[in-house]
């Protein structure tokens, strides 16, 4: 071998090795984000547990306590319908389980992977479980918008009822330019109230694990990308 052959055989390992030792910089850098990530989603679970409990307490308050003093000062003959109490407690029960199925999944992966996977597997499965908890939570929020249009909904037609009863008249008695008036700031209500719940908890998501969802599925494309 002559010494442009030899010259040529080196620059060939020499960039091998630099490329092999490039990636390895790369994966061990990865390895230190998803580490970090995985930590700061560790704090947010934390941190979920007293939302979620702060919420389901003042959601029980609210129906159990604040609610029905709230209608038995306006009158007596107004009571709030179990159906729509037996909702709320469905709901919360909801929106409590699937909170603790992403608890115990997003542990179970974890400590799976910490003894067998590898970094692309841990990516992989930990960016699941999330994609999973966010349809779930999704789905219980929608539940939640939808029990609480139909509690409002059942307030305002009893609303009405009482009202006319108490006037001593019949509801086809009242003008019909005040029924559309009453039907429409009541639909105005509606859309502020479920459309700010819908947004205030898809916020919250976004915050303490959606962003994180982002950054996880950059990372594995990186990873990916040198392997």
């Keep these: 071998m002559d010494i442009k052959d030899l010259k040529k055989a080196w620059d060939r390992y020499s960039s091998i090795e630099k490329r092999e030792l490039d990636e390895n910089q790369i994966r061990e850098v990865l390895r230190g984000r998803t580490r970090s990530m995985i930590e700061k989603i560790e704090r947010n679970i934390r941190i979920g547990y007293v939302i979620i409990f702060l919420l389901i307490a003042f959601f ?7 609610a029905p ?3 038995d000062g306006i009158s007596e003959g107004i009571k709030i319908p179990r159906w729509i109490l037996a909702l709320d407690v469905l709901t919360n029960l909801m929106i409590v389980f699937t909170f603790i199925f992403f608890v115990i999944r997003y542990y179970k992966v974890k400590r799976e992977c910490d003894v067998t996977c590898k970094l692309s597997q841990t990516l992989t499965k930990i960016i699941h479980t999330l994609n999973i908890y966010r349809r779930m939570f999704y789905l219980a929020i929608m539940v939640l918008v939808v029990s609480t249009a139909t509690g409002f909904i ?8 009482y009202n006319t009863q108490k006037s001593g008249i019949s509801i086809s008695e009242i003008n019909t330019g005040n029924l559309i008036l009453t039907f429409l700031m009541g639909l105005v209500g509606l859309l502020i109230l479920t459309g700010g719940l819908f947004f ?7 915050r303490l694990y959606g962003n994180y969802l982002t950054k996880l599925k950059s990372t594995l494309q990186e990873l990916n990308e040198i392997e």
């Design 60 to 66: 029980l308050v609210d129906d159990f306590l604040v």
């Design 69 to 71: 003093l709230l209608v």
């Design 154 to 161: 059942a307030g305002m037609y009893q609303g009405v009822i």
């Design 200 to 206: 205030l908890f898809r916020w919250g998501f976004r």
